[in-house]
């Protein structure tokens, strides 16, 4: 298998926190159209794998690669979009949820140019499909948990990447968001996204997983394949075509995200 | 007052106010969103030895405070994204060694005395001359140029690192740019308000804008509209009386408006909760 058709590949992979050994020794190889849970208590390290499989947090030992290349020398990073687990309410400086979405957009965007017309689309798009698009103009600060999360979601969905790689999207949800989330997360299967996340538990999202990774104290206890022959991504000029997303070729990677009604 | 703003000096200070009410809410809003509201003081202070090294080489203040609070601003960063719990500590040495620095060397200039430090610490907008103005014009279109270059970025770096990080955003070159502009914005500001107070108009401002605000960039404008009347409004207040500070006073009518919003902004909240 080669390792560029890979979405992320780590070896070996250890991190070490003040002399904590927080991951030690991960393997753990993600191809395109998978949806990964990692699952794990706390304190597990299950945060810091995804961390460290976008290069966020650094091997200490052992190594990650991102669509094949190392974190550090990546360049294509619009194809990620990374959901943290918290809204930073920087400083008490308000925000808008539309200008927290809209940053979403800045792994597209170049220096010195103006926001273009398939921004605003994007971004538009992503408040609809986490149903917030009547409080785009409102301060970030001001909504619920649960709504906040919706924002980080929106945030990456404008990004319009490849991979989500969601840091417990679940966490301190409300149930009206555990569904919408489930539902986004439907139309980003079934438009063939990669989707890795963290969950303590998955309610909802269980029928969407293809593939749980369990996190025990540094180290992967289960990786429990699914049925589906997934290794089928390493094949060059595979098409997404897995048993979940049916017949459709989505049109546009947005139109797919839309919420149905 | 119409005499007085015919007066050359007045005119330059008048400017140099308004350059100042301009660049440091700006600078500020992304400073205060980063949760680094002290990092004006901080380079403040080490500019401080900045200007007595120019006393002590017979070159301007200006420029040597503007080569040593870039060089603080820079180890305050490496500190800062290195650091943990060492950082604080790290950062409060470089703060007092810049105080003390700057105290004992210029005592040893030639031409260094406690008046002159006076000015730098507390500002002495009135004997701002024209060469220092054109500085301060220049450093002021570097600073706006850099938030209109990089705002996007920067806003993305201030709100979360690991989200600027995993969009593949320069990291540390935007921390850098950051940090070196919040420099350049004290040295603009630091013979206005004075080095002491410098960190007032980067913060404040910001403070009374997002009492009206829901969005960044509207606090971000609208806090560079209080700088401006606080700057000009501050400098125009101390010409009622000799013994009024202009650097003091521009810090009090900031602080007065900050008072007032928060009233203000409370009452219009209710109102509009109560509208909807």
């Given at each position: 298998?080669?390792?560029?058709?890979?979405?992320?590949?780590?070896?070996?992979?250890q991190?070490?926190?003040?002399?904590?050994?927080?991951?030690?020794?991960?393997d753990?190889?993600?191809?395109?159209?998978?949806v990964?849970a990692?699952?794990?208590?706390?304190?597990?390290?299950?945060?810091?794998l995804?961390r460290?499989?976008?290069?966020?947090t650094?091997?200490?030992?052992?190594?990650?690669?991102?669509?094949?290349t190392?974190?550090?020398?990546?360049?294509?990073?619009?194809?990620?979009?990374?959901?943290?687990?918290?809204?930073?309410i920087?400083?008490g400086?308000?925000?808008?949820?539309?200008?927290i979405?809209a940053s979403g957009?800045?792994?597209?965007?170049?220096?010195?140019?103006?926001?273009s017309?398939?921004?605003?689309?994007?971004?538009?798009?992503a408040?609809?499909?986490?149903?917030?698009?009547?409080?785009?103009?409102?301060?970030?600060?001001?909504?619920?948990?649960?709504q906040?999360q919706?924002?980080?979601i929106?945030?990456?969905?404008?990004?319009?990447p490849d991979?989500?790689?969601?840091?417990?999207?679940?966490?301190?949800?409300?149930?009206?968001?555990?569904?919408?989330?489930?539902?986004?997360?439907?139309?980003?299967?079934?438009?063939g996204?990669?989707?890795?996340?963290?969950?303590?538990?998955?309610?909802?999202?269980?029928?969407?997983?293809?593939?749980?990774?369990?996190?025990?104290?540094?180290?992967?206890?289960h990786?429990?394949?699914?049925?589906?022959?997934?290794?089928?991504?390493?094949?060059?000029g595979?098409?997404?075509?897995?048993p979940?997303?049916?017949?459709?070729?989505?049109?546009?990677?947005?139109?797919?995200?839309q919420?149905?009604? | 007052m119409?005499?007085?703003?015919?007066?050359?000096?007045?005119?330059?200070a008048?400017?140099?106010?308004?350059?100042v009410?301009l660049?440091?809410?700006?600078?500020?809003?992304?400073?205060?969103?980063?949760?680094?509201?002290?990092?004006?003081?901080?380079?403040?202070h080490?500019?401080?030895?900045?200007?007595?090294?120019?006393f002590?080489?017979?070159?301007?203040?200006?420029?040597?405070?503007?080569?040593?609070?870039?060089?603080?601003?820079?180890?305050?960063?490496l500190?800062?994204?290195?650091?943990?719990t060492?950082?604080?500590?790290?950062?409060?040495l470089?703060?007092?060694?810049?105080?003390?620095?700057?105290?004992?060397?210029?005592?040893?200039?030639?031409?260094?005395?406690?008046?002159?430090?006076?000015?730098?610490?507390?500002?002495?907008?009135?004997?701002?001359?024209?060469?220092?103005?054109?500085i301060?014009?220049?450093?002021?279109?570097?600073?706006i140029?850099?938030?209109?270059?990089?705002?996007r970025?920067?806003?993305?770096?201030?709100q979360?690192?690991?989200?600027a990080k995993a969009?593949?955003?320069?990291?540390?070159?935007?921390?850098?740019?950051?940090?070196?502009t919040?420099?350049?914005?004290?040295?603009?500001?630091?013979?206005?308000?004075?080095?002491?107070?410098?960190?007032?108009?980067?913060?404040i401002?910001?403070?009374t804008?997002?009492?009206?605000?829901?969005?960044f960039r509207?606090?971000?404008?609208?806090?560079?509209?209080?700088?401006?009347?606080?700057a000009?409004?501050g400098?125009?207040s101390?010409?009622?009386?000799?013994?009024?500070?202009?650097?003091?006073?521009?810090v009090?009518?900031?602080?007065?408006?900050?008072v007032?919003?928060?009233?203000?902004?409370?009452?219009?909240r209710?109102?509009?909760?109560?509208?909807?």
């Amino acid at each position: 298998m080669l390792l560029t058709d890979t979405t992320f590949a780590m070896t070996g992979g250890q991190v070490t926190l003040d002399r904590r050994h927080v991951l030690r020794g991960i393997d753990l190889t993600i191809c395109p159209g998978e949806v990964v849970a990692v699952l794990g208590a706390n304190g597990s390290g299950k945060s810091t794998l995804i961390r460290a499989l976008l290069g966020l947090t650094p091997l200490s030992a052992g190594q990650t690669l991102l669509y094949g290349t190392p974190p550090a020398r990546f360049r294509e990073w619009w194809r990620v979009g990374y959901v943290p687990q918290r809204l930073q309410i920087g400083g008490g400086v308000p925000a808008t949820v539309r200008e927290i979405v809209a940053s979403g957009r800045i792994a597209r965007q170049k220096r010195l140019r103006f926001t273009s017309a398939a921004d605003k689309l994007a971004v538009t798009r992503a408040l609809e499909a986490v149903g917030l698009s009547g409080r785009a103009g409102d301060r970030v600060q001001d909504l619920s948990g649960g709504q906040q999360q919706r924002v980080l979601i929106a945030r990456a969905l404008a990004g319009e990447p490849d991979t989500f790689v969601m840091d417990e999207p679940t966490a301190g949800v409300d149930a009206e968001s555990q569904q919408l989330l489930a539902d986004t997360l439907k139309s980003l299967v079934a438009a063939g996204k990669t989707i890795v996340l963290v969950a303590h538990e998955l309610g909802p999202l269980e029928p969407l997983i293809t593939r749980g990774v369990v996190v025990r104290d540094g180290l992967i206890a289960h990786d429990g394949r699914p049925p589906q022959p997934e290794g089928e991504c390493a094949r060059p000029g595979h098409e997404h075509l897995h048993p979940h997303t049916g017949e459709r070729e989505p049109g546009s990677p947005l139109e797919s995200w839309q919420v149905k009604p | 007052m119409i005499e007085l703003l015919k007066l050359p000096f007045f005119q330059q200070a008048l400017v140099a106010a308004l350059l100042v009410g301009l660049c440091a809410p700006a600078v500020g809003t992304f400073i205060v969103q980063r949760r680094l509201a002290l990092l004006g003081d901080g380079i403040g202070h080490v500019a401080l030895t900045g200007v007595a090294l120019g006393f002590l080489t017979g070159t301007a203040p200006v420029v040597t405070a503007i080569i040593v609070s870039v060089a603080g601003a820079v180890a305050i960063e490496l500190v800062r994204a290195r650091g943990r719990t060492t950082g604080d500590v790290a950062l409060a040495l470089l703060f007092y060694g810049g105080i003390a620095g700057g105290v004992l060397l210029m005592a040893i200039a030639p031409g260094g005395s406690n008046a002159k430090l006076n000015s730098y610490l507390f500002g002495s907008i009135a004997t701002v001359a024209a060469e220092d103005l054109w500085i301060i014009a220049g450093l002021a279109v570097a600073v706006i140029g850099v938030v209109v270059v990089f705002g996007r970025e920067l806003f993305v770096l201030c709100q979360d690192e690991e989200v600027a990080k995993a969009s593949g955003l320069p990291v540390r070159f935007l921390s850098m740019v950051i940090a070196i502009t919040a420099a350049l914005t004290v040295v603009i500001a630091m013979r206005v308000v004075g080095l002491l107070l410098v960190s007032a108009l980067m913060v404040i401002p910001v403070a009374t804008s997002q009492q009206f605000t829901s969005g960044f960039r509207a606090t971000m404008g609208l806090a560079m509209v209080f700088g401006v009347v606080a700057a000009v409004g501050g400098l125009l207040s101390s010409t009622l009386s000799a013994k009024v500070p202009p650097g003091a006073a521009i810090v009090l009518v900031s602080l007065a408006g900050f008072v007032l919003a928060l009233g203000l902004g409370r009452f219009v909240r209710r109102r509009k909760e109560s509208a909807a």
